[in-house]
């Protein structure tokens, strides 16, 4: 007659000596012990990593994702170019798409070259609402009827570092007066900040004749003075005649 009650063994593996063989995979250990809470391997490894709790060990290591920067609601810009005949006026075109889409129309410049009628606009709105534009452009540029190009942009920043002057020039027109114009406040690292130039004859002896107008941003800590007597300098060698104005507004 057998005393006690037989322990069994924890599986089919286990030997004489309480062992686990390995034949079941498991971990190898000793016996059960009546009254002591068996743990499962999740539980084992969890108390490893400090008792933390398994959906925490499961995001260890694991970098969460950070929010995607994007820019305010109507802080997203589309700048458009687009020509197109005076008959069809891309200003029309432009700005009807531009509403329909919900976007406002910050800025535009419209001038005639040639016989082309050209459109610079500058739209802002929702990032939805530009995406929405940005459809919009290409179906009216499959139309044929306009040679459009646009691209996304951002504001243009407050330079309180420039101040705007205007220069006005006249002279006879001649190959390359524009560029040497150009070329001088470049050197000067003088910002061009808008211009318009034409060539004309005048009505008075018929001689062809070139006009520049020409809106400037001259940083503050350059001697205006010194720089007024250097341009002046500069086109009376070219014999352009010209002048160098503060902007009053």
């Known amino acids: 007659m057998v005393r006690g009650k037989l322990r069994a063994s924890p599986c089919a593996g286990a030997g004489d000596s309480g062992q686990c063989r390995g034949a079941c ?3 190898p250990g000793p016996l059960a012990t009546p009254g002591v809470r068996k743990y499962s391997a999740i539980e084992r490894i969890a108390g490893r990593c400090g008792g933390q709790d398994m959906g925490t060990v499961k995001q260890a290591g694991r970098q969460a994702p950070g929010d995607a920067t994007r820019p305010a609601s109507n802080e997203n810009y589309l700048l458009i170019s687009a020509f197109g005949t005076p008959a069809h006026s891309p200003l029309v075109a432009l700005s009807k798409r531009i509403s329909e889409c919900g976007c406002n129309l910050a800025e535009a410049r419209v001038s005639t070259l040639g016989n082309e009628l050209s459109v610079l606009a500058l ?15 290409a179906r009216l540029d499959r139309d044929g009827e306009l040679r459009l190009t646009h691209f996304r942009t951002s504001a243009r920043q407050p330079q309180a570092n420039l101040l705007p002057y205007v220069v006005e020039v006249v002279a006879a027109d001649k190959t390359g007066v524009l560029f040497q114009l150009a070329e001088f406040f470049e050197r000067q690292n003088i910002t061009i900040e808008q211009l318009h130039s034409t060539r004309y004859r005048a009505m008075q002896t018929g001689a062809d004749m070139f006009s520049a107008q020409i809106t400037i941003g001259i940083p503050n800590t350059m001697h205006i003075a010194a720089l007024r007597d250097d341009f002046l300098e500069f086109c009376d060698g070219l014999n352009l005649d010209a002048i160098m104005d503060p902007m009053k507004f």
């Open 25 to 27: 995979g498991a971990l």
């Open 123 to 137: 739209a802002q709105g929702a990032w939805d609402a530009i995406a929405k534009l940005e459809n919009a452009l």
